[in-house]
T-cell receptor, first 111, second 111 residues
Framework: GENVEQHPSTLSVQEGDSAVIKCTYSDSASNYFPWYKQELGKRPQLIIDIRSNVGEKKDQRIAVTLNKTAKHFSLHITETQPEDSAVYFC??????????FGTGTSLTVIP | NAGVTQTPKFRILKIGQSMTLQCAQDMNHNYMYWYRQDPGMGLKLIYYSVGAGITDKGEVPNGYNVSRSTTEDFPLRLELAAPSQTSVYFCATAGGTDTQYFGPGTRLTVL
């Protein structure tokens, strides 16, 4: 099956700085890559996603890039704010119906 | 619309007991999923369903069973609970093979 690796596991940034989280995947058939944000004690919520026919997608301070050749995709958060502090998960969807998740990145934004 | 609901929110079981975690959705989604999330870890797929009457195993199905008799409901059954099943359980739905919407979770402790 698909294998998704996520780095770093923890990340601390000063408020206003940028944060980057990277994920790699193994199955070249994967064609959909969502990112989820999970606040403490809450459910994961989709923040942005990208499909394999697109190289980059942006939504205000959040962007995702995809490199299909290298099989990696990254989440970029600019101008970080304290409310961005949470655990972020990447996922990949190969052909079929099963999502495979990374192990998560705990982001702390220091005011 | 309630979206995705899960009951109970919390439960403590003794080793060897059984229980059913309930998941219901009013989004008319065909795809439904059960995940478990262990502390500090990502989401692992237990079972999923692509429609009423159809279920399939995910990465970690042992010790669990599911049924899908209606589009709306996707209960997860634990037989002979073990401490290794202590986790937070999330149900999720999707309209197709893309964006997933998660329920609020059930926190289960097996003592």
């Amino acid at each position: 099956g698909e294998n998704v690796e996520q780095h770093p596991s923890t990340l601390s940034v000063q408020e206003g700085d940028s944060a980057v989280i990277k994920c790699t995947y193994s199955d070249s058939a994967s064609n959909y890559f969502p990112w989820y944000k999970q606040e403490l004690g809450k459910r994961p919520q989709l923040i942005i996603d990208i499909r394999s026919n697109v190289g980059e997608k942006k939504d205000q301070r959040i962007a995702v890039t995809l490199n299909k050749t290298a099989k990696h995709f990254s989440l970029h958060i600019t101008e970080t704010q304290p409310e961005d502090s949470a655990v972020y998960f990447c996922a990949a969807l190969p052909s079929g119906n099963q999502f495979y998740f990374g192990t998560g990145t705990s982001l702390t934004v220091i005011p | 619309n309630a979206g995705v609901t899960q009951t109970p929110k919390f439960r403590i079981l003794k080793i060897g007991q059984s229980m059913t975690l309930q998941c219901a959705q009013d989004m008319n989604h065909n795809y439904m999923y059960w995940y478990r999330q262990d502390p500090g870890m990502g989401l692992k797929l237990i079972y999923y369903s692509v429609g009423a009457g159809i279920t399939d195993k995910g990465e970690v199905p042992n010790g669990y069973n599911v049924s899908r008799s209606t589009t709306e409901d996707f209960p997860l059954r634990l037989e002979l609970a073990a401490p290794s099943q202590t986790s937070v359980y999330f149900c999720a739905t999707a309209g197709g093979t893309d964006t997933q919407y998660f329920g609020p979770g059930t926190r289960l402790t097996v003592l």
